[in-house]
C-alpha cells in the first residue's frame, strides 16, 4: 500500500512535465514563472511533496492549461 501511494504522488505533476517537455520548456522555467526554487519543483516532480491546491492552480495559469487537463486522471 505504500509503494502504491509513492507512485500516486509521482503521478501528481507527469501531464506537468510532459507539456513542458513538448513545448521546451524545463522545470526551471517553470519555477522562475511561479517565482519558487527549483529545487521545491523537483521535490514535486520526484514526488516527495505534492503540491498544495493553490501551486496547482498556480501551474495551470502559467502554462495557460484547465486544471482537469494537467492534474485529474
Keep these: 500500500m505504500h509503494i502504491k501511494f509513492l507512485c500516486n504522488r509521482k503521478?501528481?505533476?507527469?501531464?506537468?512535465?510532459?507539456?513542458?517537455?513538448?513545448?521546451?520548456?524545463?522545470?526551471?522555467?517553470?519555477?522562475?514563472?511561479?517565482?519558487?526554487?527549483?529545487?521545491?519543483?523537483?521535490?514535486?516532480a520526484n514526488g516527495k511533496v505534492i503540491p498544495s491546491y493553490a501551486y496547482k492552480l498556480a501551474i495551470c495559469y502559467v502554462l495557460n492549461k484547465p486544471y482537469e487537463e494537467l492534474f485529474k486522471e
Design 11 to 44: 503521478r501528481v505533476m507527469n501531464k506537468v512535465i510532459e507539456h513542458l517537455k513538448e513545448n521546451e520548456r524545463s522545470l526551471s522555467w517553470l519555477s522562475r514563472r511561479l517565482g519558487m526554487s527549483r529545487v521545491t519543483l523537483s521535490t514535486w
